[in-house]
């Protein structure tokens, strides 16, 4: 939600962490904060379980599919380190505010937080970063008829432009001269879209581009830009990581892209390989 410096006051905090997991192994209990660690394993928030914060829907990277589970890029990418350390995915979903300021992880939430979050530097004030596993690009997505093809021409026209608030993808714009309206998740700004209450709006591309593929979308709304903003994705974890951890996670990405598993994980949730989106 490519994405996304936000003071928590000490109730909103405690609002935002009080909300329920959507577990991928059947929702268990993820509120306990006591860390835990196996001999010579990283300390978990649970025994058994690397537990994922995530903001939920973010397809394809987060989402939940027909059966209530959750699944996604993310989802898999995580998986690989859990599978290495023989632990099950526990899934939180969470506001990405609260994810992107380091509260989460901080506060003993989770241990890790995948959410489509761009690695940036203000965001490593609070949070440790993986090695980046995704290349991220922004993009605009339109109902049909507008003439626009860019930010400038969403500027000339007199556009109305909707973005998700924590995001990049926002920062960007309002970089370029722009005061979107903002939105809590990407379901609300698609929402926002297609009520007519925005005439454009910002998003991760790989975001627009699973959009675009329901016909209902597809029929009164297109890709107008892309934007090449230059960003990373990286798995977030609490300042001053369990060093153990964070190896895996970059052991288990690094392994994937050299031996094609992530190629396959990618084609898989992208139709696409690698290099192939823009």
Do not use: H
């Amino acid at each position: 939600m490519n994405r996304r410096t936000l003071a928590l006051g000490a109730a909103a905090l405690t609002a935002a962490l009080a909300l329920s997991a959507c577990g991928s192994s059947g929702g268990t209990d993820t509120a306990q904060t006591g860390s835990t660690a196996a001999a010579g394993g990283p300390k978990l928030v649970q025994a058994g379980k690397l537990t994922t914060c995530t903001n939920i829907p973010y397809e394809p990277f987060q989402f939940k599919d027909d059966t209530g589970k959750v699944v996604g890029f993310d989802v898999d990418i995580v998986d690989l380190a859990a599978k290495k350390l023989g632990l099950t995915q526990e899934i939180v979903d969470i506001d990405f505010a609260v994810i992107k300021s380091g509260a989460a992880m901080a506060s003993g939430k989770c241990d890790v937080a995948a959410a489509g979050m761009t690695i940036t530097d203000e965001r490593k004030a609070n949070i440790d970063f993986s090695v980046p596993y995704f290349d991220a690009t922004q993009a605009l997505l339109a109902k049909k008829g507008t003439g626009a093809t860019s930010l400038d021409d969403v500027k000339a026209k007199g556009l109305k432009l909707g973005a998700q608030a924590s995001t990049t993808g926002l920062d960007y714009v309002k970089e370029k001269g722009f005061d979107p309206k903002e939105y809590a998740d990407s379901a609300k700004e698609l929402l926002a879209l297609q009520s007519g209450q925005e005439d454009v709006i910002v998003q991760d591309l790989p975001v627009v581009l699973t959009w675009l593929k329901k016909p209902e979308i597809a029929e009164k709304f297109e890709l107008i830009a892309s934007l090449d903003t230059g960003e990373q994705y990286g798995i977030g974890l609490k300042k001053g990581a369990d060093p153990v951890l964070l190896k895996t996670i970059n052991e288990s990405i690094e392994a994937a892209k050299k031996d094609g598993t992530y190629e396959q994980i990618f084609v898989k949730w992208f139709g696409k390989k690698p290099g192939e989106l823009g």
